[in-house]
């Protein structure tokens, strides 16, 4: 083998396609595989409900920490996450009151002008402890689709809602309320 | 060659992070939103990259069902793992890597496993070629007769333009290795063509 011909030999390798379109779509498996967890009948209650709380707990002693530690450096970030309408759900039959969406919107909102005055490492333990929140809102509507009348879910649901308010007014600095379950 | 490759080198990455600056933001978006458990976002994100990662996939196994199989447990892994992508490097990177991760893990399972993917080649021979044509077409062919270890390399440095570094990596070898499996790659392809009468 010479090195011409090696040398056109590796050109010729380099022209094949990297991009190959897969004979049938593989979506449907992926959706069922990660969708499977989420859709689970046989969730266990109890555990869930811990998990959650545990989450919640540590979420917030975390949001509470970086903000009574965390400096407030300006510094320049990208725009924060959004809230999608799919969030402000309360398990399938229930619908969050408008005021409440309202109040959240406008938290959200002033949440993202003030995360911009927080350096880039309490802004990023800040989104990801709102991560941790907002997955879990979505795990307990989940639950409640199948049990929408339970009590203890619903309760939950509230209070992880009320968390993320809690959070999102820290971080704002803001003087609102936290809505009570009236409020809903 | 080594200027060759030194030339392709990261070209593949740099393309992808080079990527038009709309497509970037788009991707960027989803990617947060899949990160909040947005199925339907991380479906888009399955459309933008799934021809590279299963081109990967196909051209690493050289079978359609191994590589099927492999690009669906790579966006699965991608999924479970997505929290944890930073954006430190491109996604397409990222999820090259799980791609790869995904074969490898295939690959070891066990040595019946192995058996058995190599007779489903035997069977079923990779299609591999798809999009290929004339001379490509049988170096394509001739790329998936190759052994293990050599293909692995060769796909990754020869098609995909990885550097020995980046290669060894991705595959859990030494430098060395990686190096002495494309020689030996590129002097089986030589042999395998030249019998064939190609013409590079």
Known sequence: MNNETDDKLMAQAAQLSTEITPERDLWPDIEAAIEAPRRRSSWTPYLAQAAAIVLLVGASSSITYVMTKGGANVSPVIPTMGLDAEFTSFGSSYELGQGFQNARNNLAAQMDLELDRLSPDVRAEVEENLAVIRSAIIEINSALEDEPNNVLLQDLLLKTYREELTVMRKVGGLTQHVMSRNDI | ?200
């Open chain 2, 1 to 200: 060659m080594a200027a060759l490759l030194t030339a392709e080198t990261s070209d593949y990455s740099q393309e992808m992070v080079t990527a038009p600056q709309p497509a970037i933001s788009q991707e960027a978006a989803w990617i947060r939103r899949a990160q909040r458990s947005d199925s339907r976002a991380f479906e888009k994100l399955y459309r933008m990259h799934i021809d590279k990662v299963y081109g990967l996939c196909l051209r690493m196994t050289g079978n359609v069902a191994e590589a099927e199989d492999c690009a669906q447990d790579a966006f699965i892994q991608a999924w479970n793992k997505l929290s944890k992508f930073r954006g430190e490097s491109a996604f397409a990177t990222w999820l090259h890597r799980i791609a790869v991760n995904a074969v490898l893990g295939r690959m070891r399972k066990s040595k019946r496993e192995q058996d058995r993917i190599q007779i489903a080649s035997e069977i079923s021979p990779a299609p591999a070629s798809i999009g290929d044509s004339g001379n490509l077409r049988d170096l394509s062919d001739a790329v998936d007769r190759l052994p293990e270890g050599a293909r692995h390399v060769f796909v990754l440095s020869g098609i995909y333009g990885y550097s020995h570094e980046e290669a060894s990596n991705l595959l859990g070898i030494a430098v060395g290795t990686s190096k002495a499996q494309l020689h030996r790659a590129r002097r089986l392809l030589s042999q395998q063509l030249t019998e064939q009468g190609f013409e590079a």
